[in-house]
Nanobody
Framework: QVQLEESGGGLVQAGGSLRLSCLAS????????MAWFRQAPGKEREFVLD????????HYPGSGKGRFTISRDNAKNTAYLQIDSLRPEDTAVYYC??????????????????????WGQGTQVTVSS
């Protein structure tokens, strides 16, 4: 079991920045592939970015090209999503997700929710124009 808890969402003006955090527990964190997805009202859950257990690799592209940066601190069991130059269309619930042993890292096809076994409850990001 992996427990995930997101934080850092909120209301921000367009052009601003946010850093979302995801605290993981229950498994050895350095073995867990961490990902961020987002879901806007009326839309499907969308892959943003993910990061390998060591922090050395990521999958692209997701919606997270350019303005989004994923990172992790294995000493703190925490993954981060930095979002810069926020736009109103970035408004969504942001979820962190975990592939607990990285077994789906080389899965064919686009990064999709089914590749990640564990999910946080989500944190709302609202960007005002």
């Amino acid at each position: 079991q992996v427990q995930l808890e997101e934080s850092g969402g909120g209301l921000v003006q367009a052009g601003g920045s946010l850093r979302l955090s995801c605290l993981a527990s229950g498994r050895t964190f350095r073995n867990i592939v961490m990902a961020w997805f987002r879901q806007a009202p009326g839309k499907e859950r969308e892959f943003v970015l993910d990061i390998s257990g060591s922090g050395g690799a990521r999958h692209y592209p997701g919606s997270g090209k350019g303005r989004f940066t994923i990172s992790r601190d294995n000493a703190k069991n925490t993954a981060y999503l930095q979002i810069d130059s926020l736009r109103p269309e970035d408004t969504a619930v942001y979820y962190c997700a975990a592939d607990p042993d990285g077994s789906n890292w080389d899965a064919a096809g686009p990064r999709r929710p089914s590749l990640y076994s564990y999910w946080g409850q989500g944190t709302q990001v609202t960007v005002s124009s």
